[in-house]
């Protein structure tokens, strides 16, 4: 069964609903672990830094720190960069690695923060060797149960979401509450008809190739794996930044939050290819969940 019928099918959806009720249960239980480690966090800077597609849950909590926390300076930056560029020259980071299985960077950025007396706390799924895992738990690393790495990627940041969620729940009023309110919900029950909501985008991204893919710097890191996933059903399909996608005369694919009016606004009247929107009308940090399960559907209806 194509992709096309697969989306439309209420069966094969509904057979996911349960994978993702299981990654969210087991999302919340590296939700503790991740707010205790960030509450013991006594210096000014925070870095969340990432391997690979741990780029969007890191992303999440950066966004979500930079938006509720005035406190604490957010950072975020891939691990290699944060172990060359970053740690060497000063004494007061604290580092959240989020990784999907980039073993030998994690393990090099982690070597560098022991050497650098870092407090750090990483995350990574289950190696493919006992003596990675081995060298992994060596480190301290918290290795999640699942070994793909979307399934690894939408773990995590549902964890980051609802620790975000969490930590920030009285900050900003309404908005906190909000956050934590839908937190506390979760996310699989909706999963169905968010999926009717985007099919015919879904459809027509996946009707032709190539497919470029473009967002706003808040949805990068979850939009980088959309187009992943869509290479994953034979489509030619990577991302590049929004101004750059302005320029190009291919089929482009502009992944927006109801928040980017203005951006929206721009890539209809200046952009030189076909276009077309995944507009996402919910609270931004939201969007990168739901991104993600997106990414995880899409990847789950291909096996």
Same mark, same amino acid.
């Given at each position: 069964?194509?992709?096309?019928?697969?989306?439309?099918?209420?069966?094969?959806?509904?057979?996911?609903?349960?994978?993702?009720?299981?990654?969210?249960?087991?999302?919340?239980?590296?939700?503790?672990?991740?707010?205790?480690?960030?509450?013991?966090?006594? =210096?000014?800077?925070?870095?969340?830094?990432?391997?690979?597609?741990?780029?969007?849950?890191?992303?999440?909590?950066?966004?979500?720190?930079?938006?509720?926390?005035?406190?604490?300076?957010?950072?975020?930056?891939?691990?290699?960069?944060?172990?060359?560029?970053?740690?060497?020259?000063?004494?007061?980071?604290?580092?959240?690695?989020?990784?999907?299985?980039?073993?030998?960077?994690?393990?090099?950025?982690?070597?560098?923060?022991?050497?650098?007396?870092?407090?750090?706390?990483?995350?990574?799924?289950?190696?493919?060797?006992?003596?990675?895992?081995?060298?992994?738990?060596?480190?301290?690393?918290?290795?999640?149960?699942?070994?793909?790495?979307?399934?690894?990627?939408?773990?995590?940041?549902?964890?980051?979401?609802?620790?975000?969620?969490?930590?920030?729940?009285?900050?900003?009023?309404?908005?906190?509450?909000?956050?934590?309110?839908?937190?506390?919900?979760?996310?699989?029950?909706?999963?169905?008809?968010?999926?009717?909501?985007?099919?015919?985008?879904?459809?027509?991204?996946?009707?032709?190739?190539?497919?470029?893919?473009?967002?706003?710097?808040?949805?990068?890191?979850?939009?980088?794996?959309?187009?992943?996933?869509?290479?994953?059903?034979?489509?030619?399909?990577?991302?590049?930044?929004?101004?750059?996608?302005?320029?190009?005369?291919?089929?482009?694919? =502009?992944?927006?939050?109801?928040?980017?009016?203005?951006?929206?606004?721009?890539?209809?009247?200046?952009?030189?290819?076909?276009?077309?929107?995944?507009?996402?009308?919910?609270?931004?940090?939201?969007?990168?969940?739901?991104?993600?399960?997106?990414?995880?559907?899409?990847?789950?209806?291909?096996?």
């Amino acid at each position: 069964m194509q992709l096309l019928q697969k989306l439309r099918d209420s069966s094969a959806i509904d057979s996911l609903v349960g994978g993702l009720e299981r990654v969210e249960r087991d999302a919340r239980g590296l939700t503790s672990k991740i707010i205790d480690f960030l509450k013991q966090c006594s =210096g000014p800077i925070i870095i969340y830094s990432y391997t690979g597609y741990g780029y969007t849950p890191a992303s999440l909590l950066y966004w979500s720190s930079l938006i509720f926390q005035s406190s604490k300076h957010p950072v975020l930056a891939e691990s290699e960069e944060v172990s060359i560029y970053l740690l060497p020259y000063r004494e007061d980071y604290s580092v959240i690695v989020f990784s999907t299985g980039e073993y030998s960077k994690l393990i090099q950025s982690i070597q560098v923060m022991r050497l650098l007396g870092v407090n750090y706390y990483a995350i990574a799924p289950k190696p493919p060797t006992g003596s990675i895992e081995s060298m992994a738990r060596h480190y301290g690393v918290e290795i999640i149960p699942v070994g793909n790495l979307v399934e690894a990627t939408l773990y995590m940041t549902l964890a980051s979401f609802f620790t975000a969620s969490e930590l920030y729940r009285t900050e900003l009023n309404a908005r906190g509450k909000r956050l934590f309110e839908h937190g506390r919900e979760g996310f699989a029950f909706t999963v169905k008809s968010f999926i009717e909501k985007y099919v015919e985008v879904l459809e027509a991204v996946s009707s032709k190739s190539p497919v470029v893919v473009t967002s706003t710097k808040f949805l990068e890191a979850p939009s980088i794996l959309l187009s992943s996933v869509l290479r994953e059903h034979g489509l030619a399909s990577y991302y590049i930044p929004f101004e750059e996608a302005l320029s190009i005369k291919q089929r482009v694919l =502009g992944v927006f939050a109801s928040t980017d009016e203005r951006v929206r606004r721009e890539f209809k009247t200046r952009g030189l290819g076909e276009g077309l929107e995944l507009l996402l009308n919910l609270e931004p940090l939201e969007a990168i969940v739901y991104l993600a399960i997106l990414s995880y559907v899409l990847y789950k209806l291909k096996q």
